[in-house]
């Protein structure tokens, strides 16, 4: 169901980084392979030629690998697969700078696998590059060729690693600022939406009561004076009646207007969050929301947003708030990556009891391959009255 406030507020992280990586990957297979292909054309056989076949399969799954339209599993797979055509790149091309791909595979796999994934991998690499170079040249040749490697790779693995961190800590600086501000927001709109009812009363205690006293002074002067006299102090009451009507509805117009902008709210929330991309869905009816809603539907989105970010690396994030009756339903899905069961911490928990004390629920699903559905209702301010 698509609606009027439906859109994407924050651009993801910059696609830069990224293509300089693909494109450096890129020029170092193409650079390996000149030597394997000079000595294919002076003795074009296909034992000389075979080292195409695992170098396309290279490309081919670091392109993947690299990939933004990917799931995170895929990508992992695609990883995978590069460090075995790697492998089998550096068997059948004999000599050169063959082994120079496991050092691209080492150099992504911090971006792709977390804890001991990637010294996991540059270990097989080395170990693998070690039997392939010592079944050829031997033991002592083995030795120095992958000790060489090794070094090159813990050097990309332990620089990706550093990069990796680096952009993970300005996304959660990134996400707390954007928090800061909406949670700003949030609290500037409670406080106006105060002001406003102070006043209210204020005219209704104060300008209110006056009138109501100065128009029953009229009515007792009214009964005891002469005919102009009468007709004046008629006069007087008839515009007190009428400045007492104005101040109420005055009154009434301020109560009913007491509502938040939710849209602008979450705007200031998702616009500043780098990764994941989050798509807002909102229904019109929805927009003016009252105090208490607009602050568990804050808090929902803020805390969607957190775990996609910090406990899935998810890339998108789909929120949906729609009116059903006197119901406000309320969902975030991701496509993070999770390898853990879901533990309902204190966020979570506290959303529960935001929900539960506007009247209605919430609900945590897991997703096929291992994304998070956050689901919840609430009953809106009439409902409730």
Known sequence: MAY?????????????????????GLVAATLTAVAPAVRAAQSPRIEAMAFAVPLICFIAAFLV?????Y???????????EAAAAIAFAALSRGGFSGVLVVVTAGQAPFL????????IVATQTLA??????????????LVATGGYLGFQLFATGAAMLAQREAKTRAELALT?????????????????????RIARDLHDTIGHRLTALRLQLEVAKNSAGVQQEQAIETSSEVARILLGEVREVVSTMRKDSSIDLEAVLSHLVRAVPRPKITLAIDPTVHGADAALTQAIFRFVQEAATNAARHASAEALFVEIAREGDL??????DDGQRTTSIREGNGLR???ERFEELGGSFEIDRLDGGGLMLRALARTKAARS
């Open 350 to 352: 506290g959303l529960r």
């Open 113 to 120: 696998f977390s804890g001991a994934g990637p010294l996991t």
């Open 71 to 81: 799931q995170m599993r895929h990508r992992q797979a695609a990883l995978l697969v």
């Open 65 to 69: 690998a690299l990939g933004e339209g």
């Open 328 to 333: 406000v339903r309320v969902s975030a899905r």
């Open 177 to 197: 600022n954007a928090e800061l501000l909406a949670t700003r927001e949030v609290f500037a709109s409670t406080a106006r939406e105060a002001e406003r009812l």
């Open 4 to 24: 009027a406030g439906e859109g994407a507020y924050n651009a993801g992280v910059s696609p830069a980084p990224i293509t300089l990586l693909r494109s450096a």
């Open 129 to 142: 590059l070690a039997s392939v170079v010592g079944a050829r040249a031997g033991a002592s040749q083995a």
